[in-house]
Every structure is written in structure tokens, then in C-alpha cells.
């Protein structure tokens, strides 16, 4: 047996002998003594659960790493389906991307040349390329390319390796490329953790056997948005990495730069601008606009010219079908006469002003304002400039807010709601100004040192009590708990005589805190994350929290409600008069009375403490101070899911991203122009 077990199990046979004792002895404390040892014997068994230790590395077998890899895989096919709909990816909306073959080293299976489609039956085939590098403009399909081949690969059925897109904009220096990999794979696919953490390495165990298996195929997505300096460093850990299959995408002139640096050994797949022909029957098949017959005359009158350089970037395309499915065609002279610059500039400024207007076809009705929409994603895109940051996470907005609003908001707060509530509390003891200043007092002071503590991280899985939790959190938890007890503790000490009455609150309501703050604790999750998904979850978990310090409320002032003829303090009984109404109650009016006020306080108190560092609680804070000053919508969460629907943003998992670097550049900056594609090199 574990030690602390022993240790847990004495103490509580030591509570129960104490209780029992004073009864034989005919203590005249003995049911109050009684029920505080009960309240012991709770508070060592929520505590005992916590000697359990997580299995080790060696005790996962192949059978459970390979039911691992499958949910994988059917996870990441249903995540990569839906970005591929939202990007018109699926078969028969796609944009045909031509592609050339740069290098023919040891890849027999692989054409020289063809279009992307075809390109990603090969490298899904058991025979393909294990590497590839990936190169090609701003906009030129790369992460398109990517989703594609994720989701033929994760809904082949076989054995080949799960192919999972992993950002490089998100790695941070410092860390080791496992580590970033698994952290990444973790946020966004929470069941990898569930067989913990390798303390060594900081690598999720899950995470680390399926890279030892190679059941994993990184698709390391972006190596240009990374700082220069860091490009060659970022090259030579994967090839070094001892993975064997992934990819890599960047744009031509990084590849360029860094091709000595173990990359122009493996196969190089450039990708080309869209034929004007192919261009003209996307255009064709997918917008109904009548009044797209002048630029499909113009692109075909000039198939070299400055409009057909435009509509041969996919990404421009795509901006362009958007115009004239919303019925906002280009301007005639900037057909006719516009250079390659002033077209793709008109195309990225009327992008969002054109979808979030109702498509002539559609029965929906206008839900946002496009000048206000495009002011608030601008809002969002400078704040993510300012934390270099390509990841919008929802539980990172209070970062937006000045850091002084949080501290004076919450000790208004605090102080406000609690001088309300014990004001009515001591109001019935004749002692409302006493309640009102101290309710104050004690709010006021817990709100600011809340305010201080940092944020907890958001839930990946629903609400559930756990048997196994890291001391650290442990330690967070009793100082929270401290918080949150210690004034509960003090009002029941004005009011009445006797400490065990103090120990009886303080212990109870700590035992209600920290069962709340269990399901804090990480989680089980079984499915891929989403924003939404995070923000339901961490909602759940703040009302659990609610109820919790509610029920317990209820219990504690039952039994203070039974308690105030023999408990009262003198004091309090002065301030009664001398004709007391309370004493005129019934027994059972007390103990009602007194659960009420339980009720009320022990929720309040318990919830606005957990609640009050909860992801979900300071979103909500910075989501209120946004729209009052007119920085985002009061509906934020539903403004950033339209805006995903109508192709601005994209997800990766609990993030949403700007679909676009040249979207977001435009928001912040909307007078800088920058060079859209690579120029292309003569075959």
C-alpha cells in the first residue's frame, strides 16, 4: 500500500474514533463533534482518490496504440471533411491546380507533371513518395493541397501513416520538435493525452508511440511564416526527427534559400498558376451571375494578360467566384485596362464586404453589417499582429483588454454583489450594516486576488470528477479554496458562538470547492476539439460549479438554521431585541430559512470563485468589454462561426485562423500592397 493511502485511511479512523468518543463519554458537544468528524471523513475521501498513479509507458500494448490510431484517423478524416466543404474542395467544386515535378530523385511512382487531384491519388497510394516538399506562391493551393491528401490518407482504411496538418507558425522557439508536435496534436485531438505525459521529455506518451510505430504523417504546413532566422534550424529538425514520412509546404523563394539544407534530396513538387481555360470553366460551372460574360470574354480575348496572371492564383479565384456569386462584379475598366496589383487589390478589400452580404439565391437574411464585420475581424487580425500569433483562441481574448480593467472590474464586482447578499443575510440577525460592510469588504478583497491568478486553461472534454489529478493542481486548488472558505468561515464566526461551528463551514464548503475544482482537472476527452466545443465544456463546468457550492449551501445552513436558539452568539442576539422574531419560528422555519441563505451564498461564493479564473469566465468579461467599446460583436462566438461558414476564417482544431495571411495583412493594413505569387520559373 502507497503511503499516503495508510496515512489517509489512520486519519480517518482517527476522526471517526474522536466522534464516537465524545458520544460514549456524554461530551455536550458530542453532535456537533460527530458531525464534524463526518465532514473529516468526507473531506480524506474526496482527498483519497488522489494516491492513484497513471499506468507507465511499458503498460500500453500494440492493441491499444492501433485503437488509438483508428480513432485518430476517423477524427482527423471528419475534421479535414468539413474544412474541405467550407473551402469548396469536394469533388467536383475544386479548383484544378497544374503541378511540375522538380526532381525525379528516387521517386519511380511519381509523374513529371499533371493536375492536383491526380497528384494526391499518388502520394495516398501504399507506393508513394514517404517525404515531399511542397512549393509554390501566396495563394497558390499548398494547404489545399495538404487537406486533400489529409483526407485521402485518413479515410484509406489501411495501415499507412495518419497524415495530421501541423501549422509551423505555431511553433514556438525554445521547444523541441516533439514536443511542439505533441502539444499541438493534444490541443486539438484531447484524447492523445489520456495516457499522460512523459515528465522527461514533455511529450504525451500516446503521441510518442504512435511517432516510435510511424503511424503518424506530418504535414508540416507553412515553413515561411516562420522568422528567416529559424528556417534553417526548423528544416534540419525534421529531416533529423527519425520520422520517416511527412511533408513539407513553403513558398518557392524559401525553398530557394534553405534547398542545401537536406530538403533537395527529397521530392519537390512546385505547384503552377491555373490555365485561363481552367480558370474560365470554374468560373463558368460554379457562379450563376449573368453579368460574368465580359470577364470570360476578356480572359479568353488575352490569355497572357495582367487578368489571367490574377485568376491563375487559385486563392484569387476563389475571390473572384465570390464577387459574382453575390452579385458584385468587377469593374468593367478594372477588366479591361487593370494591372495584375490593382485587380488582386480590389479582390482582397471587397471580399468581405461581398460574403457578408446574402447571396442573390439565398433565403437568410443580413445577420452583420459588413463595414462592422470588417472592422472587427480587423480588430482581431491587429491583435493577433501584436501577440505573433496565427491562432485565434478564444480563451486568450482577455489578453485585449487593458490589463487595469480586470482587477477594478472585479473588486467592484466582488465587493457589490457580496455587500448585497450579506447585507441581507446579517439583515435578518438585525446587523444589515454590518453584512453590508463586510459582504464589501470580503468580495472587494476576493475579487481582486482572483483577478490576479492566472487563467486556467479551457476544457477539452465535459464536466467529470476524476481519481487522478497532479499535486500541482492540488496545491492551486487549496489556495483558491482559501478564498473561497476563509470568508464563509468568518461570517459564521460573527455570528455564532462555538469554533466548531467555523470548522463545520470551513471544512464543508472546502469540500465543495474542491469538488468543483475536480472537474477542472484534465479530462478524458474522446474527440477532436473545437472552439465551440472547448467554450460548451468550460460553461458546463462553471455551472456544475454553481450547483455544487448550492447543494452544499443547503446542507451547512440547515443545520446553522437548527442551530440558532443554542448557537447564536450574544451579540447577535442583542441586536435581535428583546422579542425575537427568529425564535418564533418553528424548528423546521429555521432550518428552511437558513438552508435559503446557504443556498443563496454557498452558490454565489463557490461559483463566482470558480467561475472567476475559468477560461469561460474571463472570455466572458473580455467578450462584454469588447463590445461595449465597440472592438467586437456581444455575439462573438456566433460572428467568428459565420465567418468560418462563409470562408474568412478557417479552424485547426480549438483555433480559428484568418483563411489567408494576405486577409489578415489587408485588415491591418489595409494601404500596404503585397506581391500575391512567386514569379514562376520558365520549364
Not at 85 to 106: A, K, M
Not at 155 to 168: D, M, R
Not at 441 to 457: M, T
Request: glycine share 10%; hydrophobic share 45%; proline share 7%.
Amino acid at each position: 500500500m502507497r503511503p499516503q493511502k495508510l496515512i489517509l485511511i489512520l486519519l480517518s479512523v482517527g476522526a471517526l474514533a474522536w466522534g464516537l468518543w465524545a458520544f460514549i463519554t456524554d461530551n455536550p458537544q458530542a453532535g456537533n463533534i460527530l458531525t464534524l468528524a463526518a465532514l473529516l471523513v468526507a473531506v480524506l475521501a474526496v482527498l483519497f482518490p488522489l494516491g492513484s498513479s497513471p499506468g507507465t509507458a511499458s503498460d500500453i500494448t500494440a492493441e491499444k496504440i492501433e485503437s488509438y490510431a483508428t480513432t485518430l484517423a476517423e477524427q482527423v478524416r471528419k475534421v479535414t471533411q468539413s474544412e474541405a466543404v467550407r473551402r469548396d474542395l469536394v469533388e467536383g467544386d475544386s479548383i484544378r491546380i497544374p503541378w511540375r515535378l522538380e526532381t525525379r530523385r528516387n521517386v519511380p511512382a511519381l509523374p513529371a507533371s499533371g493536375y492536383v487531384d491526380d497528384l494526391v491519388e499518388v502520394l495516398a497510394a501504399p507506393q508513394g513518395p514517404k517525404r515531399l516538399v511542397v512549393i509554390g506562391g501566396s495563394g497558390s493551393g499548398k494547404t489545399s493541397l495538404g487537406l486533400l491528401l489529409t483526407l485521402a490518407r485518413a479515410g484509406s482504411g489501411n495501415a499507412s501513416p495518419i497524415p495530421v496538418s501541423l501549422a509551423l507558425s505555431s511553433w514556438g522557439a525554445g521547444m523541441s520538435l516533439r514536443r511542439w508536435m505533441s502539444h499541438r496534436l493534444v490541443t486539438e485531438y484531447g484524447f492523445l493525452g489520456n495516457e499522460g505525459v512523459d515528465p522527461k521529455t514533455g511529450v504525451a506518451v500516446m503521441v510518442e508511440k504512435l511517432l516510435e510505430r510511424q503511424r503518424l504523417l506530418p504535414i508540416f504546413d507553412g515553413l515561411d511564416e516562420l522568422p528567416p532566422e529559424r528556417h534553417a534550424a526548423t528544416i534540419q529538425a525534421i529531416v533529423g526527427s527519425g520520422i520517416q514520412s511527412f511533408a513539407i509546404t513553403c513558398r518557392a523563394e524559401s525553398f530557394e534559400a534553405h534547398s542545401a539544407d537536406g530538403m533537395r534530396a527529397m521530392p519537390v513538387v512546385r505547384l503552377l498558376p491555373v490555365e485561363a481555360g481552367q480558370a474560365a470553366d470554374y468560373l463558368r460551372a460554379y457562379t450563376e451571375s449573368s453579368e460574368i460574360g465580359p470577364l470570360l470574354e476578356a480572359l479568353a480575348a488575352d490569355p497572357g494578360g495582367e487578368l489571367a496572371a490574377v485568376l491563375g492564383n487559385p486563392l484569387m479565384l476563389y475571390l473572384t467566384r465570390a464577387q459574382y456569386r453575390h452579385d458584385r462584379p468587377l469593374p468593367a475598366e478594372l477588366v479591361a485596362t487593370g494591372t495584375r496589383p490593382e485587380i488582386e487589390r480590389f479582390l482582397i478589400a471587397e471580399f468581405i464586404p461581398a460574403v457578408f452580404r446574402p447571396a442573390p439565391d439565398s433565403d437568410e437574411g443580413q445577420s452583420w453589417d459588413p463595414e462592422a464585420a470588417a472592422r472587427w475581424l480587423g480588430f482581431l487580425a491587429a491583435f493577433l499582429e501584436r501577440q505573433k500569433k496565427r491562432d485565434l483562441a478564444w480563451w486568450e481574448l482577455y489578453r485585449s483588454v487593458p490589463r487595469w480593467v480586470t482587477p477594478v472590474t472585479r473588486f467592484l464586482f466582488g465587493g457589490t454583489i457580496f455587500a448585497v447578499l450579506c447585507r441581507g443575510a446579517f439583515g435578518v440577525f438585525g446587523m444589515p450594516t454590518t453584512g453590508l460592510v463586510l459582504g464589501f469588504v470580503v468580495g472587494a478583497i476576493g475579487g481582486l486576488l482572483l483577478s490576479l491568478a492566472e487563467q486556467e486553461g479551457p476544457r477539452q472534454a465535459a464536466p467529470a470528477f476524476l481519481r487522478r489529478v497532479p499535486p500541482d493542481f492540488v496545491l492551486r486548488s487549496l489556495g483558491f479554496g482559501a478564498i473561497c472558505t476563509v470568508p464563509g468561515g468568518v461570517i459564521v464566526a460573527l455570528l455564532f458562538d462555538g469554533f466548531h461551528y467555523v470548522i463545520i463551514d470551513c471544512l464543508a464548503f472546502g469540500v465543495s470547492f474542491f469538488l468543483a475544482r475536480l472537474l477542472y482537472a484534465p479530462a478524458l476527452p474522446t474527440q477532436a476539439g473545437t472552439p465551440d466545443g472547448f467554450l460548451r465544456n468550460d460553461r458546463a463546468t462553471v455551472f456544475y460549479a454553481w450547483g455544487i457550492g448550492g447543494a452544499m449551501g443547503i446542507v451547512v445552513g440547515a443545520f446553522l438554521g437548527l442551530s440558532f436558539e443554542s448557537g447564536l452568539a450574544q451579540r447577535v442576539k442583542d441586536a435581535l431585541g428583546p422579542n425575537p422574531w427568529l425564535f418564533e419560528l418553528a424548528t423546521w422555519q429555521q432550518a428552511l430559512l437558513g438552508a435559503a441563505a446557504g443556498l443563496i451564498l454557498g452558490m454565489t461564493g463557490i461559483g463566482l470563485t470558480v467561475m472567476a479564473t475559468s477560461a469561460w469566465g474571463r472570455f466572458t468579461s473580455a467578450r462584454l468589454s469588447m463590445a461595449l467599446r465597440g472592438r467586437t460583436p456581444l455575439r462573438l462566438m456566433r460572428f467568428l462561426d459565420d465567418a468560418y461558414d462563409l470562408g474568412i476564417l478557417r479552424r485547426s482544431g480549438p483555433y480559428y485562423q484568418f483563411r489567408h495571411d494576405l486577409l489578415a495583412d489587408h485588415l491591418t493594413s489595409p494601404g500596404v500592397a503585397r506581391p500575391v505569387a512567386d514569379p514562376q520559373p520558365q520549364p
